[in-house]
């Protein structure tokens, strides 16, 4: 009996998705049957997320970066921010991460937001650890690559979370819009972000009250 396995793939860069695809559909088992969508940034999976909804196909699979281009509206400023967003409009879709960032603090983040079934590093991915983890996480579910699995070893008491408006603040700061002008991008007060931009510097530990360096220390950790 034939399964059918619903896929999208997001990533701005398509040798690496037609290098994702090639790898799915060489390792796939017999009766295993892949129907494969692209989006290459924030806008394009969302439509694709939102038109399975609306036609009752909904996903299986999310394969996700994190580094992509913003919505063009601004309301999503990662990969990040769009798996939140799927887990809310797709909550039967497993995510695979897929991610350049090798930082621990990120990695933490990203596991404590979104709590993917799947997480994988970019720099040490081989086709045959992409082929394990699909069949993994369709099948039991967690699939964390080794350096994912060292990292949460190293910092598993951290409690520390940046979620989406905190992210969105540093993202529109290193944009150059400045603090008092925050409030035009975010549904929240200026002593709000105030508050939020004291907890940032709290976490990166910047105690010269200077954006540029909470943005620089934020792009070390892979948060901007």
Same mark, same amino acid.
């Given at each position: 009996?034939?399964?059918?396995?619903?896929?999208?793939?997001?990533?701005?860069?398509?040798?690496?998705?037609?290098?994702?695809?090639?790898?799915?559909?060489?390792?796939?088992?017999?009766?295993?049957?892949?129907?494969?969508?692209?989006?290459?940034?924030?806008?394009?999976?969302?439509?694709?997320?939102?038109?399975?909804?609306?036609?009752?196909?909904?996903?299986?699979?999310?394969?996700?970066?994190?580094?992509?281009?913003?919505?063009?509206?601004?309301?999503? +400023?990662?990969?990040?921010?769009?798996?939140?967003?799927? &887990? %809310? =409009? /797709?909550?039967?879709?497993?995510?695979? $991460?897929? @991610?350049?960032?090798?930082?621990?603090?990120?990695?933490?983040?990203?596991?404590?937001?979104?709590?993917?079934?799947?997480?994988?590093?970019?720099?040490?991915?081989?086709?045959?650890?992409?082929?394990?983890?699909?069949?993994?996480?369709?099948?039991?579910?967690?699939?964390?690559?080794?350096?994912?699995?060292?990292?949460?070893?190293?910092?598993? +008491?951290?409690?520390?979370?940046?979620?989406?408006?905190? &992210? %969105? =603040? /540093?993202?529109?700061?290193?944009?150059? $819009?400045? @603090?008092?002008?925050?409030?035009?991008?975010?549904?929240?007060?200026?002593?709000?972000?105030?508050?939020?931009?004291?907890?940032?510097?709290?976490?990166?530990?910047?105690?010269?009250?200077?954006?540029?360096?909470?943005?620089?220390?934020?792009?070390?950790?892979?948060?901007?």
């Amino acid at each position: 009996m034939s399964i059918h396995i619903k896929i999208l793939m997001i990533d701005d860069h398509p040798m690496i998705i037609e290098g994702y695809q090639n790898t799915l559909l060489f390792s796939k088992k017999e009766n295993q049957k892949l129907k494969i969508d692209i989006a290459n940034n924030c806008d394009e999976a969302m439509f694709h997320m939102e038109k399975s909804v609306q036609d009752q196909h909904p996903y299986d699979i999310l394969f996700m970066d994190i580094s992509l281009p913003p919505s063009k509206n601004g309301a999503m +400023t990662s990969g990040e921010d769009l798996a939140e967003h799927a &887990r %809310k =409009i /797709l909550p039967q879709a497993k995510i695979i $991460i897929l @991610t350049m960032f090798n930082e621990p603090f990120r990695v933490h983040n990203i596991i404590k937001t979104i709590n993917p079934e799947g997480f994988l590093i970019k720099s040490d991915l081989t086709s045959n650890e992409l082929a394990s983890a699909f069949q993994a996480v369709l099948n039991n579910p967690p699939f964390y690559s080794g350096t994912v699995n060292s990292f949460i070893r190293k910092i598993v +008491t951290n409690d520390i979370i940046i979620d989406d408006k905190n &992210r %969105k =603040i /540093l993202h529109l700061l290193s944009q150059g $819009i400045k @603090t008092k002008n925050l409030g035009e991008h975010l549904d929240i007060s200026l002593s709000a972000i105030e508050k939020r931009k004291k907890y940032l510097r709290e976490v990166f530990e910047v105690y010269d009250g200077q954006d540029e360096t909470l943005l620089k220390k934020a792009k070390k950790e892979g948060f901007v």
